[in-house]
């Protein structure tokens, strides 16, 4: 057995690591938090390290601050559905694509398609998609309820604007799940489905009892990725709707960005910044111990 | 090393392959050593000394100097134009303005006091959209002067200069030498540290800002002054007009209909009462654009990200609405004025097309060039458009000064005009310029009655703003073949009643929330005197963020700097 190198080899090797993390990620993080506890504002025409210290002001501030409850708010149900959706279409798919059918590869390219085009360019087809005069209103609607279709102003109306959102997102996000649910149920041993059949269980008893419980870790880290990536829509809001009518779309990515690039309050946008990280953190550590941990005796 | 995955089928452990490493071979699996990989790192790495090496010497500065286009690889830095030539005399400038020719032998000066020596270099930060202007500028400067080169530092969108500025402001780098910005950004720039005062330069090589060549006021004064000192030059100007179908508003036949309905002529409007009429009108005739779309009576800016306070804004002051009072700073936004604005511009709405509250700012230009909407209000730019020979209305827009609206001033009825100036660009020298001096002579070359025709024809989005350029007959062609002869008259009379941008510290966060109100009433998801408080309770914690005292003080040198019909309205009503 050989022995370990000596600990300087060690450290020495993983310094360059250490380095390029701490610069591009801790250093600022740990900026970002004291800046949270300041009254920072760059027009102010101080630096930050001499900006004044205000303790917890900027959280007490956000608590009361209607636009960011409303914003964290919207963002929370914009999660819920858009992942919901795309779970439940994801699995669906990935289901439906196990079987071996005629253009299947084509098939798979063409749903995988959405995940390789950049979230400005969804967001800017769906901008022109849901237009008075795009396809929405002038194929599909008009298919449906004919020309009165063309009265329907999509950014118009709060509702009509968050669904608008909603169907972009789980257009480009769909496949992501599909991927990952289709990687699993591929993987599948075919050993237990065909045990299974041989007892006399039924496709949908395979497919709740055996198939799903043993992909449970990859629907868990599908969804998380997913909430998590969409907590963090900005793209899409801003591209679409500008977070409009007034700020009825407005996400939390989008009005931490507006504070701290627009209104330039970077204090009070890393104060927003570290109150949507606290949350996210609970949430998510939360989720995995329901899922994973619950019951589970060390 | 070489990552094995394991065979079995377990789907828990497919997604976690385990990798296996034998430190102690030397060769595995017909793979690279650790001898041979080791050997080859360090030949790579001496091959790639010795090619960096050659590399630099290849590329010293002195060649680089000689090449005229260079690309750079950071990522906000889009392109570097370099402008040079070899060093030799220069020739003599023949018949050049004398603004630009005191830039020149200010120049000229410099190196000779050896307080700028040939080689030196300007660096620039601006939009993509000015690329062609300052190219053509950087062409014409190398004529005169070689010695001196100038580099672009492009960054694509207009936010991106804002944050740019501002982070320059905050690491003081010097990273550029001087900064062409939005005015609207000008209070935030100044009092971040990053804006030199230019009144030494000014006083010292005379820009032409007075007399027939100089910049129109107030524009000249609002966009460059901040609390009484010049921080900027004067780069282009933003001011708003009226564009409209000139073949509608001319049609005899539609005359007769609209007076016979209305009881009264169909001509350009001198409010915006009179304005709502024809809009009415042309909207119910429902007819046919020449794009095959409907025509709308009207398209004024309402939209969500930036552009909906200009409407409001435009209104408000003309009825008499003032910003903040002079004597306290509290918003007086949330006033008869505020909710006449809103008034006006939600009778309007039925008549101007939806895209009007969601679509970006580009979609009424889109509406107009096509002949979609009779009445508009833009930039300056909307004119270039709708005059390019594509545009579907290039025989048929015509211009006009904005309606106004009659207001009651000592007892008698007055019909006040006002135009708005959103953005508008200035160029900033910045305080950590290496040499602000000479930054500030190209500026001044630049934007010279002769050297500025050039550059503001050249390219997009800078427009005209001196005098001589619409009165003097050796340059007013030029601007005629650009704009149309209708819109040189109509801007120039539009500048004269122009109005700035909210120019103090924070004014983009101030109109922000304006917008996002104004927006929001327009969809119908706020109610007016909702919106008017909320944004005056919005800009209440803004004045004291940033300190009443020092924001009246802005304020006050701002409001003094408003047109005249505009101050005679604010007299007349105590405000001022």
């Known amino acids: ?298 | 090393m070489i990552l094995y995955l394991d065979s079995n089928n377990d789907c828990e452990n497919l997604f976690m392959p385990t990798a296996r490493y034998n430190p102690m071979s030397e060769k595995v699996e017909g793979k690279i050593s650790r001898r041979r990989f080791i050997t080859a790192s360090i030949g790579a790495g001496v091959v790639g000394i010795i090619v960096g090496a050659a590399g630099a010497w290849l590329l010293k500065p002195e060649v680089v100097a000689e090449k005229t286009v260079t690309t750079t690889l950071t990522r906000e830095v889009t392109k570097t134009v370099t402008a040079t030539a070899p060093i030799t005399v220069t020739p003599p400038p023949v018949g050049l303005d004398v603004v630009a020719q005191r830039a020149i032998d200010g120049v000229k000066s410099l190196i000779a006091k050896g307080a700028a020596k040939p080689g030196d270099t300007i660096r620039i930060l601006h939009v993509a959209g000015s690329r062609a202007n300052l190219e053509k500028a950087i062409e014409l400067w190398s004529k005169y002067i070689p010695e001196i080169k100038i580099e672009l530092i492009t960054l694509g969108q207009e936010p991106d200069v804002y944050t740019k500025a501002m982070s320059e402001a905050v690491t003081k780098a010097g990273t550029f030498d001087a900064v062409t910005i939005f005015s609207t950004w000008l209070g935030d720039i100044v009092e971040a540290g990053l804006a030199r005062p230019i009144d030494d330069f000014f006083s010292k090589y005379d820009p032409g800002y007075t007399g027939d060549i100089a910049p129109i006021e107030p524009l000249a004064s609002y966009t460059t002054l901040y609390k009484g000192r010049r921080y900027a030059l004067v780069f282009d100007s933003d001011v708003f007009t009226l564009s409209y179908r000139r073949d509608l508003l001319t049609d005899p036949k539609l005359k007769d209909q609209f007076r016979s309905q209305y009881g009264m002529e169909l001509k350009l409007p001198d409010t915006w009462e009179e304005l709502i009429k024809m809009a009415e009108f042309f909207t119910k005739l429902n007819l046919t654009a020449p794009s095959g779309g409907r025509v709308w009576g009207a398209y004024f800016y309402a939209e969500p990200r930036f552009a909906a306070y200009i409407t409001w804004l435009n209104i408000f002051i003309e009825s008499g609405g003032i910003l903040f009072d002079l004597k306290t700073m509290d918003p007086k936004i949330d006033t008869k004025e505020g909710k006449y604005a809103f008034d006006v511009m939600l009778r309007l709405k039925p008549y101007m097309p939806p895209e009007a509250i969601t679509a970006s700012w580009a979609d009424l230009y889109d509406k107009f060039v096509k002949g979609e909407t009779v009445f508009t209000a833009a930039w300056p730019s909307l004119s270039k458009e709708a005059h390019r020979p594509t545009a579907l209305v290039k025989d048929v827009a015509g211009s006009a000064v904005l309606p106004g609206v009659e207001v009651d001033v000592a007892g008698a009825k007055k019909i006040v005009r006002a135009a708005p100036n959103p953005v508008n660009w200035v160029a900033v020298i910045s305080n950590y310029a290496k040499n602000p001096e000479l930054t500030y002579l190209f500026f001044q070359f630049a934007t010279s009655p002769d050297i500025g025709k050039d550059v503001i024809l050249t390219g997009v989005i800078l427009d005209l703003f001196r005098r001589c350029w619409f009165t003097d007959p050796k340059y007013r062609p030029a601007f005629e073949e650009g704009y149309g002869s209708e819109f040189v008259d109509a801007y120039l009379r539009s500048l004269e009643i122009s109005f700035p941008d909210l120019l103090i510290r924070g004014g983009p966060e101030y109109l922000g929330k304006l917008t996002v109100n104004v927006n929001a009433v327009m969809a119908g998801t706020k109610d007016p005197e909702d919106a008017l408080s909320e944004t005056a309770a919005d800009w209440d914690s803004i004045n004291k963020k940033y300190g009443v005292d020092a924001q009246l003080e802005a304020w006050r040198a701002l409001a003094n700097l408003f047109p005249s019909d505009v101050k005679e309205v604010w007299r007349a009503k105590g405000y001022m």
């Open chain 1, 1 to 298: 057995m050989r022995n370990n190198p000596p600990k300087i080899i060690t450290y020495l090797a993983n310094l360059p690591l250490n380095l390029l993390l701490y610069a591009t990620l801790i250093v600022p993080f740990a900026l970002m938090i004291y800046l949270a506890f300041l009254a920072w504002n760059p027009a102010a025409g101080i630096n930050w390290w001499e900006a004044p210290f205000t303790g917890v002001n900027n959280f007490i501030r956000a608590l009361s601050d209607s636009r960011f409850i409303a914003a964290l708010g919207r963002t929370a149900a914009f999660v819920v559905i858009v992942v919901t959706i795309e779970f439940f279409l994801g699995l669906a798919l990935a289901y439906f694509m196990l079987e071996e059918f005629k253009g299947k590869k084509i098939s798979l390219s063409l749903i995988i398609y959405p995940l390789m085009l950049p979230w400005v360019v969804v967001a800017l087809i769906f901008y022109l998609f849901f237009q008075d005069y795009g396809p929405m209103n002038n194929v599909f609607l008009k298919l449906i309820i004919g020309e009165s279709a063309q009265n329907i102003h999509w950014f118009l109306s709060s509702t009509t604007a968050f669904i608008s959102l909603i169907i972009a997102d789980v257009w480009q996000w769909t496949p992501f799940i599909f991927l990952v649910m289709y990687s699993g149920l591929s993987a599948v041993s075919k050993r237990l489905i065909e045990a299974a059949q041989v007892l006399g269980a039924s496709s949908r008893t395979i497919f709740w009892r055996i198939q799903l419980p043993l992909i449970k870790p990859l629907v868990l880290i599908a969804v998380v990725l997913r909430a998590l990536e969409a907590f963090k829509v900005f793209d899409i809001a801003y591209v679409m709707t500008g977070g409009g009518p007034g700020t009825s779309t407005e996400t939390i990515s989008l009005y931490i960005y507006r504070v701290a690039i627009e209104y330039h309050d970077i204090s009070y946008a890393a104060a927003l910044s570290l109150i949507v990280l606290i949350i996210l953190v609970i949430i998510i550590r939360s989720f995995i111990w329901y899922s994973f941990e619950r019951g589970v005796k060390r």
